[in-house]
């Protein structure tokens, strides 16, 4: 743990840190459905993500253990991305939160599309 760093209060919290934010769970989707990928394979594959995004978030899952990144010394140099143990790990832990979106995305769409009004 970093200097100075807390402890986290729970695991849920310690998963959430690793896995925070809209991008991380999509390039570990990505990395899972395809393997190994060099970046600009795994930019087409997260749609919408910015180079500067996806480096950042790179370097994040690669310091976390997560994503493992391999270069290899060619003119010009080639850089793969795939996912570690643990990597595959929290993936495995994703599919269930996947699953749940794929099945009430129709109702999440609508009441994105038709948010309620007025006091709750």
Known sequence: MAKGRTPYSCGLDAA???VGGKWKPMILWALHEAGTRRFGELKRDVA???EKMLIQQL?????????????HREVPPRVEYSLTGLGQSLNTALLPL??????????????KEHPRTGPA
């Open 16 to 18: 959430v840190d690793v």
């Open 98 to 111: 996947g699953r749940w979106g794929d099945d009430h995305m129709g109702e999440i769409l609508r009441r």
């Open 48 to 50: 919408g993500v910015s």
């Open 59 to 71: 370097r994040e899952l690669e310091a976390d253990g997560i994503v493992h990144r391999e270069v």
